[in-house]
Nanobody, 126 residues
Framework: QLQLVESGGGLVQPGGSLRLSCAAS????????IGWFRQAPGKEREGVSC??????????YYADSVKGRFTTSRDNAKNTVYLQMNSLKPEDAAVYYC?????????????????WGQGTQVTVSS
């Protein structure tokens, strides 16, 4: 059974860092694109980043709002995808989700993803 479990959320001060993890089970990351999404109260779920692998190369994509601050990576041996978040801002606060898409190609649209984790809360506040 395909399952995604996020961890690593918490409370951080503005300017701080967090690393989120998305542990996958029941499938191999090699054939899937993994996206990170976030949803703040009263707002729609939005794409944050995506990572995929095709013909031996890794491809990453980021929302403009997080470019230069967030980095996504994958450890195939651990079947885990990470989201390193630096220089966090109050507007980054949200529930963060990882999701899988059986494709070599990334997407930043939630409707393109099939399976979702339960989410992890990120709070940015002084």
């Amino acid at each position: 059974q395909l399952q995604l479990v996020e961890s690593g959320g918490g409370l951080v001060q503005p300017g701080g860092s967090l690393r989120l993890s998305c542990a996958a089970s029941g499938f191999t990351l090699d054939y899937y694109a993994i996206g990170w999404f976030r949803q703040a109260p009263g707002k729609e779920r939005e794409g944050v980043s995506c990572i995929s692998r095709q013909r031996g190369s890794t491809y990453t994509y980021y929302a403009d709002s997080v470019k230069g601050r967030f980095t996504t990576s994958r450890d195939n041996a651990k079947n885990t995808v990470y989201l390193q978040m630096n220089s966090l801002k109050p507007e980054d606060a949200a529930v963060y989700y990882c999701a899988s898409r059986r494709s070599y190609y990334c997407s930043m649209y939630p409707t393109d993803f099939d399976s979702w984790g339960q989410g992890t809360q990120v709070t940015v506040s002084s």
